[in-house]
């Protein structure tokens, strides 16, 4: 089986983001905790996270942000270009994201992005 560089931190990012949103509901402190654990995981390892996880984490705080649950969501147009807009509900910090259809997407998301699928 071929190595993968930093295959163990992402494992373990996706176990600390599973359990990160479980908890979030119950002790949102606690998804604070693992979500800067998983930050810190990707920094030490010189990783990066997927934009996927990376959109769903509170940029100051770290919790998971989770619509309805301990996030608020607003659809907002800025310069002709439509935004989302979240704010945490534990640090009230803001984080907006584009939603337009039209524009680029991200490099990770586009096909020539996949080198190799390894199972
Ligand atoms: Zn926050």
Redesign the pocket.
Known sequence: MKKVQGNDSFHRINYLYQISKHIVKINPTLSSYYGNLMVNVAKKNVLKMHPDIKRQI?K??R?ILLFGETAKMKIKTKNKQKIVEWT?N??S?KKSLPASKDKDPLWLERDEAVVEVIN
């Open positions: 509170c100051k705080c919790c945490c534990t640090c910090t």
